[in-house]
């Protein structure tokens, strides 16, 4: 469970890099159909990315990890990648 926090906050760093002037709404799309979505609606999420079998398999494993994560924590979980977004070392 600690692996699916550390790689999701690692996905975000880079949506803060100095490169992204803001987070791509499909990213965000993304990371919310990853905490609060079904599987498939996460796999749908990502679809239009042509992921490659991998990177399907990746997603996958990463969705079951975070179903497993109590509902609270995943609320935190959004509540401080909200934080992070809005930040200005985001900016």
């Not at 490659?52 to 509540?79: E, F, G, W, Y």
């Amino acid at each position: 469970m600690k692996l699916a926090i550390i790689v999701t906050l690692a996905i975000l760093a880079l949506c803060c890099s100095p490169a992204s002037a803001e987070i791509c709404q499909s990213f965000a799309d993304i990371i919310q159909g990853l905490f609060l979505g079904t599987p498939a609606s996460f796999e749908a999420a990502v679809e239009p990315f042509k992921p490659d079998a991998d990177m399907k398999a990746a997603a996958t494993q990463l969705k079951t990890l975070v179903d497993l994560l109590p509902k609270n924590t995943k609320d935190s979980i959004l509540k401080l990648m909200d934080k992070i977004a809005k930040s200005p070392l985001c900016a």
